[in-house]
């Protein structure tokens, strides 16, 4: 593959990134705790890499033709980030002395980042829909191999942004609780209007 096309795929997926969404809205509340954005993010970024070797595999364009199998997943996902949502609504996160030890352990935020990301099916058809663009079937790695490498060149991308983004919210909120409480309040509810409109497309369907 090119450097062109490394670079041409990396500014596409620097603009997805940087867009938020429930990805983000995950990366804030963590970072309302401090010490957990690193699992928390971890998480995520395991959803995408998950998602990258679905649709190197094949197996992606499997499931997108299948539509039992895209209902299931979106449904699941819809759910999921609804659940959460909720949850932040009825208990927004507040930074607190001894919040560190008090919150969940890291393997809990990461398995909760992983299906946030991986149970989204915006990610997985973006992943279906844009990995392929940028392969060349008469270079010398195979298009799987170079599938994986664009999705790695990504999770990079999301690694270091959402490391800011959870941080950034840490540092700007630790001292103004009720901002704090406010924005968690509002990265629920943002999770509930992406669930809402996952279920809303479903049923349109």
């Not at 957990?36 to 998950?50: D, R």
């Not at 844009?130 to 060349?136: E, H, I, K, S, V």
């Not at 800011?164 to 001292?175: D, I, Q, W």
């Amino acid at each position: 593959m090119s450097p062109s096309i490394f670079a041409a795929f990396w500014v596409v997926s620097l603009l997805f990134v940087i867009t938020p969404g429930a990805d983000w809205a995950y990366a804030i509340s963590a970072g309302l705790f401090g010490r957990v954005v690193i699992p928390a993010v971890a998480g995520l970024l395991i959803g995408h890499l998950l998602a990258t070797v679905i649709v190197a595999a094949g197996v992606g364009g499997l499931i997108a033709s299948n539509p039992l199998a895209l209902s299931l997943l979106t449904l699941g996902g819809a759910g999921y980030l609804l659940w959460l949502g909720i949850n932040m609504l009825r208990h927004p996160s507040v930074p607190r002395a001894g919040d560190a030890q008090a919150s969940a352990s890291w393997a809990r935020w990461t398995l909760k980042g992983a299906c946030v990301s991986g149970l989204n099916p915006k990610v997985f058809l973006l992943f279906l829909a844009l990995l392929p663009q940028f392969t060349d079937p008469l270079a010398a790695w195979p298009v799987p191999l170079q599938i994986l490498a664009l999705g790695l060149l990504h999770a990079f991308s999301c690694g270091v942004i959402y490391l800011l983004v959870g941080f950034g919210s840490r540092a700007v909120l630790r001292t103004r609780p009720v901002a704090a409480q406010a924005v968690s309040r509002l990265s629920g509810a943002l999770m509930i209007v992406i669930a809402v409109l996952l279920l809303i497309e479903q049923i349109l369907r």
